[in-house]
């Protein structure tokens, strides 16, 4: 009897089982064709699925580190990079030249540049509002040195469709291609094309747009609206002196404050490259549109820059080698002459940094008036520049001022100027000092030198070594001193006699 009752049970259960099972699916049927009656709404994009194991938080993106607030004098770990010299890095690093000696005995006291790779433990005092530590590009990638050999502007341009493949201008005496305008840019300031060709598509999609974005000001297109800094050239010009004003002011060290478009103050990281840091100042100072954390962290102008070339921390090569040694050179006039020291050290091309030039005139002569007298090679090599006032010499003879050391003069004068190509040695004549390319309020020489495209200071641990006569800086650009033994000779716009120096005879 139990049997028969459980059997019934569960033949009941069973039933009501299946009831229940085709009412619910009636019900689904009548909620499917409820909805199918409604209008149908718009899709919205769908969000990304999240798997179960990964919560939201852990997909997004790392955010960068921040440096601890260390102990005064507490050893940090530090590899050194290609062009570091002790006086920038301990200003970097908030310490002394003393201090990082004492920590690293092994390096002697009259090193010059340190060799890239080399590990060393830095005292570190800390500063508070130190910026990202995020590095944008290496040195040896920003400057318009070995790196650069090998690329061609033009045809880099003319694989893109941008609007600056049809670009034009009449620019230094020649009408250009919009390539031609960067190459000419980089060609004057020594910086990379790639570098210029990042930032303009970054800014304006100058490789990737067709036409020019309308919501930017073409006359002004990287966003510096002053009217002497009117079209792309002038653009180029401005930018590009900007970045040199960061790039250079970190390498020597006094470029240890930026003032970010907000107005609030940060230091630059002291583990930053020289690179980074001169956009990290470009950005503070020009306009983008964007936030200035975006143009200078992983999805800013670095991203462009991947994108177009390349990761470019993979087999990141040395510009500047540990140890560099500068040339001795000849005073840049004939021996035996008088010849007045008219600038200290000012910039090598542009305004501002890097204080990489001197100037000298012949003694007596007043404005830009014309002399005979000649300026003559500081070394031996191949003349690889001769034009409107630029005469180049390329000290390692192998044709590319992009290797090597080189020595740059401007203010030639056209007349009797050395021609491109011609092998030259030490002293000889390479043309009449003038007034002629470029700002000038009296006839003279500007002499500057670069070592693998980066422009050399005139002062320091690799400074001028003219006959024995060292360089020494002013308190503001062209001012300045050149001492030799005793003898000391101050740098006079007005070539007054305070200023005379002697060449020896040869």
């Known amino acids: 009897m139990n049997n028969n009752v459980n059997r019934y049970t569960c033949k009941q259960v ?11 699916c009636l019900l689904c049927i009548l909620v499917y064709l409820l909805v199918g009656c409604q209008p149908k709404p718009e899709l919205a994009p769908s969000p990304p699925e999240v798997t179960p194991e990964v919560a939201p938080e852990e997909i997004a993106a790392t955010p960068l580190p921040e440096r601890p607030k260390y102990q005064p004098g507490q050893l940090v770990e530090y590899i050194a990079q290609t062009g570091d010299t002790l006086p ?33 433990q830095i005292p570190i005092y800390y500063e508070s509002f ?6 944008i590009l290496p040195d040896s990638l920003f400057i318009n040195g070995p790196a650069q ?20 201008d009449y620019v230094g005496g020649a009408r250009r291609t919009g390539a031609g305008i960067v190459d000419y840019v980089a060609l004057n300031f020594s910086i990379s094309p790639r570098v210029l060709l990042a930032l303009l598509e970054y800014q304006t999609g100058a ?29 180029l010009v ?7 004003n960061g790039y250079y002011g970190w390498r020597a060290g006094h470029l240890t404050t930026i003032e970010l478009p907000d107005g609030t103050i940060e230091h630059p990281d002291p583990w930053q490259t020289a690179a980074s840091v001169a956009f990290q100042y470009y950005f503070s100072v020009g306009f983008t549109g964007n936030d200035y954390q975006v143009d200078i962290g992983p999805e800013g102008v670095a991203q462009v820059y991947r994108d177009l070339f390349g990761d470019p921390w993979v087999d990141v090569q040395t510009h500047i080698p540990g140890s560099l040694q500068p040339p001795e050179m000849y005073l840049p006039f004939e021996g035996g002459k008088t010849w007045a020291y008219t600038g200290g050290p000012h910039t090598g091309w542009g305004k501002g940094d890097p204080w990489a030039a001197i100037d000298f005139a012949p003694a007596g002569v007043r404005g830009c008036s014309f002399t005979n007298e000649w300026a003559t090679a500081a070394t031996s090599g191949v003349v690889t520049r001769s034009e409107t006032g630029i005469v180049e ?54 002499i500057a030198r670069k070592y693998n495209g980066e422009w050399i200071v005139a002062e320091g641990l690799l400074g001028f070594d003219l006959e024995g006569w060292a360089v020494h800086n002013g308190d503001e650009p062209y001012q300045g001193t050149m001492t030799r033994f005793s003898k000391t000779v101050t740098a006079d716009v007005n070539a007054s ?6 060449a020896a005879e040869r």
Request: proline letters at 8%; a negative charge; hydrophobic letters at 40%.
């Open 393 to 446: 010499i390329d000290a390692d003879a192998d044709g590319d001022p992009r290797t090597g050391w080189t020595v740059f003069y401007l203010h030639v004068a056209a007349r009797d100027r050395v021609p491109l190509g011609a092998m030259i040695e030490a002293g000889d004549p390479i043309g009449h000092p003038s007034c002629e390319g470029g700002a000038s309020t009296g006839t003279h020489i500007h």
């Open 149 to 168: 050999t090998d690329f061609d502007t033009q045809a880099f341009v003319d694989e893109h469709p941008g609007w600056l493949q049809d670009y034009r």
């Open 207 to 235: 490789l990737s747009l067709p036409s020019f974005p309308a919501e930017l000001n073409q006359n002004y297109p990287l966003g510096q609206e002053q009217r002497k800094y009117r079209g792309l050239y002038l653009q």
């Open 238 to 244: 401005w930018a590009t002196n900007t970045l040199n």
């Open 14 to 24: 069973y039933k009501y089982a299946i009831a229940r099972r085709l009412l619910i």
């Open 130 to 135: 130190w910026g990202t530590p995020f590095k």
């Open 497 to 502: 006699f305070i200023s005379f120096i002697t």
């Open 88 to 120: 920038a890095m301990a200003i970097h690093f908030n310490t002394t030249v003393e201090e990082i000696l004492d920590a690293n005995s092994f390096i002697p006291a009259e090193v010059t540049t340190l060799p890239p790779g080399m590990p060393m």
